[in-house]
């Protein structure tokens, strides 16, 4: 055998082992995101002829009420979900990177949420923010907040998104812990000990030593946490519905009900083709801000 068919050979062999892999990415994924931006172009209910719509689709985006409210909303749950479950995340890594007693009981039980059930969960979280003879608001109604000015949580618009945004903080913060734990541990304690010779305090260490040292770190949190937040869906199908009203309406839920339930699929593609380039354009400005940095 020749080393040019032994070469052959091997690679063969190398893409035989791939080939699943790529073919099942092909397609279940390539392939219906390649059908859906064919199918922004088009009018299609699911069974019926398909006909062209040109740029239609895209124009009826200017006059949706639903649409504009699903972008507002997905935005506000961004902004309001991302720094949020960092910092938590950060700072229940950090407790949990000493050495306290029952340390790694408390790692397990911070990682539970992530991977529990959001069935079960969801149920859970409900019960507890109940505006009518919820815990939380037993708790607050004993430490004299008034019947009155209790918040009604998921069931009042102006505490909807707020409750959504708490209960995806709550639940993902673990899985986020891990990923700073590793990066936490992963700092030379020599700089600890250089900057503390250097008369440095606790909070200066902090400054000017773990969170340059985790930036790769918090960058790769970063991206993650937001293309996670912008196509979020399960939370708010669990929690809210996407109301009371449009109040926690999300592009994803969005896309789900006129895919499905108005089954307009050509809309629908279109509005997945605002959040593709809505999602690229946000996580290019963050390389590109995270290249800047460095």
């Known amino acids: 055998m020749t080393s040019k068919q032994r070469t052959l ?14 073919i099942g990415f092909a397609v279940f994924t390539l392939g219906p995101i390649l059908f859906a931006f064919i199918l922004a172009f088009l009018n299609w ?14 124009k009826k985006l200017i006059a949706d009420a639903s649409f504009k409210a699903a972008l507002k909303n997905t935005i506000i749950y961004s902004i309001g979900t991302v720094p949020l479950t960092m910092v938590c995340a950060l700072a229940l890594a950090i407790v949990l990177n000493r050495k306290i007693f029952g340390r790694n009981f408390l790692r397990t039980v911070s990682f539970f949420p992530y991977v529990a059930s959001l069935v079960a969960v969801a149920v859970v979280w409900n019960m507890l923010f ?20 209790l918040p009604g949580w998921a069931a009042d618009k102006n505490w909807a ?10 639940k993902n913060m673990g899985y986020y812990m891990v990923i700073y734990l590793a ?11 250089a900057a503390n010779l250097d008369g440095a305090n606790k909070w200066q260490q902090f400054i000017h030593v773990t969170i340059p040292q985790l930036s790769a770190t918090t960058f790769f949190v970063s991206i993650m946490l937001t293309i996670d937040c912008f ?25 789900y009900n006129t895919a499905f339930v108005s089954w307009d699929l050509g809309y629908a593609s279109a509005i997945s083709m605002v959040l593709f380039a809505l999602v690229l354009g946000v996580t290019l400005f963050q390389f590109y801000m995270g290249k800047k940095r460095h």
């Open 9 to 22: 050979k091997n690679n063969l062999v190398a893409y035989s082992f791939i080939a699943p892999n790529f």
């Open 130 to 149: 109940n505006p009518a003879k919820g815990p939380i608001n037993m708790l607050l109604t004993y430490f004299g907040v008034s019947e009155k000015n």
């Open 161 to 170: 998104m707020i409750t959504v945004i708490l209960f995806s903080v709550w």
């Open 45 to 58: 209910n699911g069974s019926g002829n398909i006909s062209f719509a040109g740029l239609s689709n895209f």
């Open 183 to 193: 990066g936490l541990q992963g700092i030379n304690p020599e700089l600890y000990e």
């Open 231 to 255: 196509k979020v869906y399960d939370q708010i199908y669990m929690i809210t519905q996407g109301g009371p009203g449009t109040s926690t309406l999300v592009l994803v839920y969005h896309i």
